[in-house]
């Protein structure tokens, strides 16, 4: 059974939430504050991990993801009541969120993106057999590994996704749309800066310089190409 | 002989017409002020005794009536002695070194100058009234002239003139002065050299020649410099209120208005004092050392603190001297001259303190000085209550944001544990009734959810700089026409789109003038009955580039077509009971076109239909930039 952790001071919220993931066959766990949160991912590994951004005590959600980002790729998504603007959004995509819902929120919409979320971790694991290596960067898609320089690089699932997604499209541009509905799911289609986000990320992590990124090409208004490199590569290293 | 003394006679009575003409002006310029009244003391005196020479020379040439010659004489040491004393009085005057009681003073003992020799004509005159004896020698009596006061009243107070125009040179600041006052002190002397009346002619040639120059100095003092400086005053005046209206920063408006105040005046030192609550602080100073920043002045104390207390301006000559009161700055008793202070009011309110200081060797002020400081001052003023304002302003705007997220964010909370119970209690509940309750409840909840995003949407509109992109307008009213063609559909509304043939391009934030443009949409829609239509089009006209949408609705009574874009303002007529909303998508529509600097505006009429128009400015299309 899926295991959820749901991080709120709100107790209505968290309740209300709680009940109905329980109706979903989901095993649900509340705490009201970031520390509790903290504490119950640790001891309770839930499978996906919902977040309030403004809490109470010392942990606000944000931090709580990036303690979080630390030590695992589990799914988090994100409840906020407070975002104005879309920098308020990205900030929350930035701590390592895959999800960053703005309340209200609907019961029948917030199932949705649940499941969608869910669906994305897991449909990862049940790609082919799929892989890429050019002795600088390896990407093992069964495994979900993805090594840079031989060193394990750790990757959120959307972030992973988003990277099979391309490489599975590599030398051909992914425009925006597709990526968004490959990836997010057709309810996406028009968070546009979600890709944005998640690019800058993964060129972080597997990017020689991603400022001057090789393998995630952007096409200007289109979308995004992932470039195959020789195996010459290497001698980068 | 005769010539010369001919040609003595017409020369002098030109120069004393002159400074009798001199001294008019002066005396109908400003008859109050101090210098203008010892001027004319001192042109009076001088004319009394060159109106005694001449009448001394002519009673030479035409008569031998020893009495007229006697009053000629008298009036002639009359004449002498007043002018010398008379112009230390005045040099005195213009150099600032006299004492608190000089004038009280001054004025006296040129009344007892004045008064012993009225009672020495007086009496001589009796003496010889009426008598036609012959004076057999001129030299004589002139001999028992000279030896007697006036020598003494020339040694004492001509050689104090001298001396003080030499000590305070810097101070007295005309040249025209100190050369007239030698010249007329030199001229003096010569009557005691010889006494020959022909020489007494020279002599009082001499001086008038010096009493014209110490005239025209006066006159270029008190009228012509005031006049050749309000130029420049006008211009120190403009670059103050261009800091000001500029909208720089205090410290920039203060320091222009310190640096004018010092070029104005030429002085050698400017302070200016901001209140803060019963202290003064300095926070802008102009050649003076930067230490004396941050230095506080008490309220009521020194000068500064006593100019804030009365809100009336002061003027010291001599700050060492002059001022009782508690120094205002460190060193201030040892090192300052003159100084003016002036009370920075706005309205009722004194914000601070302007001190224009000159150093001890340094240039006197006058009361013209405190006028034109009190002009820069009512600047300062401004510039600071300004300033004020806006900080406060900022701070309330800042305050304003932060309610609105907190309150946003407290109400969204209970809003969503509301609508997910709400949810759970519709999956429970198969009565027909309570659904229809809830579906109710559920409207209430929306609507509420509504409110809070279009408060929230409104300050991120407002938050958002505009944006420099460059935009299609084409482009935008398809996008928006994709978006609202559903709505449009769902209520049975003929959604249509016009372009214009030239392209609408304008700088700005595409997204947020698409918001704009979906409001407009949304609410024409829902202001328009079933089978209604909304058109949505963009033209090119005049340089700008202007949106229309034009609906076939209820229309907007006039009395309220101001009030539409107002926040939180609903129409109340008949026929759009239905419609629902947060009463903010205009206000939305209007903050964004403003940001863009832009005009909105609407024409409608009643029962026929609204038509609105955000106008933008047009950009140049420059080859190769890409619109969005």
């Not at chain 1, 749901?6 to 709680?18: F, G, K, N, W």
């Not at chain 1, 010392?58 to 990036?66: A, I, K, M, V």
């Not at chain 2, 009076?44 to 009448?55: D, E, H």
Request: with cysteine.
């Amino acid at each position: 059974m899926t295991k959820i952790l749901i991080v709120d001071d709100e107790q209505a919220i968290r309740d209300a939430l709680a009940q109905k993931l329980r109706v979903d066959n989901f095993e649900v766990v509340t705490s009201a504050d970031g520390l509790d949160g903290l504490r119950a991912f640790h001891t309770l590994k839930p499978d996906l991990v919902i977040l309030d951004i403004v809490m109470p005590g010392q942990l606000d959600g944000l931090t709580l993801c990036r303690r979080i980002r630390e030590v695992a790729d589990t799914p988090v998504m994100m409840l906020s009541a407070q975002a104005i603007t879309e920098e308020n959004i990205i900030e929350g995509l930035q701590a390592g969120a895959d999800e960053y819902l703005i309340k209200p929120i609907r019961l029948g919409e917030f199932l949705a993106r649940i499941k969608a979320l869910l669906r994305r971790s897991q449909l990862v694991s049940a790609e082919t057999e799929q892989g890429y290596n050019d002795g600088y960067l390896s990407i093992d898609l069964h495994r979900r590994h993805v090594h840079v320089q031989g060193r394990k690089v750790h990757l959120t699932p959307t972030e992973f996704k988003l990277l099979a997604v391309l490489l599975e499209s590599s030398g051909r541009v992914v425009n925006q749309r597709d990526l968004l509905e490959q990836v997010w799911g057709q309810e996406y289609v028009d968070d546009v800066y979600y890709p944005r986000v998640y690019i800058s990320q993964l060129r972080r992590k597997i990017e020689p310089d991603a400022s001057n990124p090789t393998y995630i090409l952007t096409e200007h208004r289109v979308g995004y190409r992932f470039e195959k490199q020789p195996p010459s590569m290497t001698s980068r290293a | 002989m005769l010539d010369l003394r001919a040609v003595s006679l017409v020369v002098n009575g030109l120069i004393l017409a002159l400074a009798l003409g001199i001294m008019l002006i002066l005396l109908w310029h400003d008859r109050q002020k101090r210098s203008v009244q010892f001027s004319a003391v001192f042109l009076m005196l001088v004319i009394v005794w060159n109106s005694g020479g001449l009448i001394l020379q002519l009673s030479q040439l035409v008569t031998t009536n020893a009495g007229l010659r006697q009053l000629a004489e008298g009036i002639f040491d009359l004449g002498l002695a007043g002018s010398a004393v008379s112009l230390y009085v005045l040099v005195t005057h213009m150099s600032g070194a006299h004492s608190a009681r000089f004038r009280t003073l001054a004025f006296a003992s040129l009344s007892l100058v004045t008064a012993q020799h009225v009672v020495l004509i007086v009496s001589s005159s009796t003496q010889n009234l009426g008598s036609l004896t012959e004076v057999a020698d001129t030299a004589d009596v002139l001999t028992r002239r000279v030896l007697s006061l006036n020598l003494l009243y020339f040694t004492i107070y001509g050689s104090l003139a001298l001396f003080i125009v030499w000590r305070y040179r810097r101070k007295i600041r005309n040249r025209w002065a100190i050369i007239g006052t030698t010249i007329f002190v030199v001229g003096q002397g010569m009557t005691f050299l010889n006494p020959e009346i022909a020489l007494v002619a020279f002599s009082t040639n001499v001086s008038s020649v010096g009493c014209l120059c110490i005239g025209l100095a006066v006159l270029r003092y008190e009228i012509i410099l005031p006049l050749a400086e309000r130029n420049t005053q006008v211009e120190s005046l403009h670059k103050v209120s261009i800091a000001i209206s500029g909208q720089l920063s205090l410290d920039t408006v203060l320091n222009e208005i310190a640096t004018q105040a010092a070029g104005w005046l030429n002085a050698d030192g400017v302070a200016i004092f901001l209140r803060d609550q019963d202290e003064l602080e300095l926070v802008t100073t102009h050649q003076l050392p930067a230490e004396m920043l941050k230095q506080r002045a008490r309220w009521g104390r020194g000068m500064v603190g006593q100019v804030a207390q009365t809100q009336r301006s002061a003027l010291v000559e001599n700050y060492g001297r002059d001022w009782q009161g508690e120094a205002d700055l460190p060193l201030a008793k040892e090192t300052f001259g003159a100084a003016i202070a002036v009370p920075l009011n706005y309205g009722e309110q004194v914000t601070g303190v302007l001190l224009v200081i000159a150093g001890r060797q340094g240039r006197l002020f006058n009361p013209n000085d405190v006028y034109l400081l009190e002009l820069l001052s009512t600047q300062a003023a401004v510039a600071i209550a300004n300033s004020r304002y806006v900080t406060q302003l900022k701070e309330l705007d800042r305050v304003k944001s932060e309610m609105v997220r907190m309150a946003s964010h407290d109400l969204k909370n209970p809003l969503m544990g509301a609508m997910l119970y709400l949810d759970i209690a519709r999956d429970a509940v198969s009565s027909a009734n309570l659904t229809e309750a809830l579906d109710i409840i559920d409207q209430q909840l929306e609507r509420m959810n509504r409110i809070i995003r279009g408060v929230l949407d409104l300050e991120k509109m407002r938050m958002l700089s505009p944006g420099s992109g460059l935009c299609d307008g084409g482009k935008l009213v398809v996008r928006v026409y994709d978006q609202m063609i559903r709505l449009a559909a769902d209520s049975k509304i003929r959604l249509a789109i016009s372009r214009s043939q030239d392209k609408a391009m304008f700088q700005g934030d595409a997204e947020q003038i698409e918001r704009a443009l979906v409001n407009l949409v949304e609410n024409a829609i829902k202001f328009t009955p079933r089978e209604g239509e909304v058109d949505l089009g963009v033209t090119v006209a005049d340089g700008e580039v202007t949106f229309i949408v034009r609906d076939t609705g209820v229309g907007i009574p006039p009395d309220i077509q101001a009030l539409v874009f107002e926040r939180f303002y609903r129409g109340q007529q008949a026929g759009i009971e239905h419609v629902t909303g947060s009463g903010l998508g205009l206000s939305i529509v209007k903050t964004v076109v403003e940001n863009h600097g832009g005009r909105v505006w609407l024409e409608s009429q009643e029962g026929r239909g609204t038509t609105f128009f955000i106008a933008l400015k047009q950009a140049e299309v420059s080859q190769g930039e890409i619109a969005i």
